[in-house]
């Protein structure tokens, strides 16, 4: 579980910035965007086993970064 949680934490240092952005881009608000980035690392974190490793985690992470802010859109 330690090495989930620390992978999780190395993709949070390398990527959340670039998930904020586009987070604040689809939702217009910094404050969603900022709700939308800590559920997409939950739910990264709780999918971690489904990730194909070899891949880019970047393209996965943005998928689950589109799906939360859809679903934030869909409950406005």
């Known amino acids: 579980m330690k090495d989930r949680a ?3 934490e190395v993709l949070h240092r390398k990527y959340a910035g670039v998930l904020y952005d586009k987070c604040v881009r689809l939702l217009a608000d910094r404050q969603e965007a900022e ?7 939950v ?3 709780q999918s971690l086993d489904q990730f194909r490793y070899g891949k880019s985690h970047l393209p996965w992470l943005f998928r689950i970064a589109t799906n939360v802010c859809l679903k934030i859109i869909r409950t406005r």
Do not use: L
Request: hydrophobic share 40%.
């Open 35 to 41: 709700d939308a980035v800590q559920e997409t690392f």
């Open 6 to 8: 620390d992978t999780i």
């Open 43 to 45: 739910s990264a974190y």
